[in-house]
């Protein structure tokens, strides 16, 4: 094998090893809050959501791998890379926590749970449709700060916080793998041998994790199941029945859709910079669809194109690592290789790879954003904090089987308080963030729209809702006046921020002058 070959086949083998990871670990984290949070039956995530699921990656990356050939034929290239896609991991991790849980844990059906994981995937599909068509206009209205800081914030403290709990209740192995993962990933340094980083992780830790299990070093060690089951997912349209029971996670449905598309319009236009120019809309018409397709199949998490097209062409790829990445995770699930490697590889070897991950959105939300928009990235983080909070409290409360109504009175209206911040986050965090990027740019007008808006939404539950799950309301169905309180304080915000651009041009001197002032006393 020359020199070249050799180089190519380590570009491609690198490629496929890092996209396969990716949607592996995503899985196994899928599997693991659900199972180990909520308590839900593993036999339904093994055999039927993560069949179903991989069906989204199958369809997606062998489209996108004939995308790739059609555009080396169209171009006479042989050096074209494919897009990469795999499921989308904030959209993945949130619907975990805050769809599939939450149902389980009020219905205590993992059936029922399954079609709403199944239907809300379906709507995700649907808005993913709409806005593939428009996807750009929306990226021209809402600024960037709101639209990446919300998801920027599931970033950092979902990818990032929560995996690092995982990473030291396995401290020994996890360190290990995020040592080599930040080293080679963030430090850029390579391996003797030019072995893959990520697969030095996994390989590695996964055998420290067996040796101090086994050792009795590891107090939640389980032996592995190696069997492996035919696992065909099969065409159904049983989950459409629960749709009416989805209406409550639109809030999450619809901005998750939006987001993956405008991530498409960014990645395809970064594919466009690094060589290889896509028609967009063939790009976000394929993961709209593949969405679709997993939901009709059994599965629960949304697909859509990776970050790092670039990235993935200076490896050497070209379209037979996505190829490869389709058969792999298409064939493995349905033969029971993919749960086997879910059941394997533990949660504080996948960890540090999404403790990158959430580390690259949030750079990128900050990247992406005028600097003079810090500020409104950040506030678009808060709503963010409030669900972390109440993802850890609702797990204490749950294992000591005390209800928040018997908690003392002070700390019922905490934890009412937050559960109400908590309720729609990454709208909230979406309308906030686009509000203060406003202001910042002087926009009142528009600024005080996003209140309005949020005022709005406040009175049917869409954000702020009263109701521990999420659910959405009509405004006369609550006796609680704590909607109408919200909402009134969302007005009164919109209301003042006119009056002050009113005054402000009315009194335009006394502004001069305290800015001479602090001039003087900077020049001083």
Sequence with gaps: MNEDRKNRFWGETTAFLALFLDNVGVLI??????????????????????????????????????????????????????????????????IAYAVLGPTYIASQDALLTWHVGMATLFMIGIVKMVTSFSGAWIQRIFPTAGLLGSIAGVGLLLLGFLPLIEIFNEVVVGMVAMGLILAVLIGKLQLPGRVPGVLAAVILGTALHFALGYAGYI??????????????????????????????????????GILTIIGGINNTESARLAGDAYRTRDILLTEACTSLIAAFFGGVAQTTPYIGHPAYKKMGATWLYTLFTALAVGIGSVVGLMSLFVGLIPRAVIAPIFLFI?????????????????????????????????????QFLDAASITPEALPVRLQVLHSTLTVLSNGFIVTGLLWGSMLAFLIDQQVRLAALCTL????????????????????????????????????????????????????????????????????????
């Design 29 to 94: 984290f899928l599997s693991a809050i659900l199972v180990h949070t909520f308590n839900y039956p593993a036999e339904i995530i093994l055999t039927r959501m993560i069949p179903g699921t991989a069906m989204g990656i199958f369809f997606g990356d062998l489209l996108y791998s004939l995308l790739a050939l059609r555009l080396a034929r169209k171009t006479g290239r042989r050096d074209v890379t494919a897009m990469p896609l795999g499921l989308d991991t904030p959209s993945t991790i949130g």
């Design 219 to 256: 107090p939640e060690f389980k032996t592995p199941a190696f069997d492996m089951k035919l696992c065909i997912p099969l065409f159904s349209l049983d989950f459409l029945q629960t749709l009416p029971r989805c209406i409550p996670y639109l809030p999450l449905a619809i901005p998750f």
């Design 453 to 524: 808006t949020c005022a709005g939404l406040t009175l049917f539950g869409f954000i702020h809702s009263v109701h521990p799950g999420g659910e959405i309301y009509l405004p006369w169905q609550i006796s609680s006046p704590r909607p109408f309180m919200i909402a009134l304080g969302y007005f009164l915000f919109s209301c003042i921020l006119p009056a002050l651009t009113k005054r402000r041009q009315a009194n335009p001197e006394p502004l001069s002058a305290e800015s001479s002032e602090g001039k003087s006393v900077t020049s001083g």
């Design 358 to 394: 959430g580390f690259e959105i949030v750079h990128q939300a900050y990247r992406e954003s005028p600097d003079a928009h810090s500020a409104a990235v950040s506030l678009s983080f808060l709503p963010v904090v409030a669900h972390l909070v109440t993802i850890i409290l609702r």
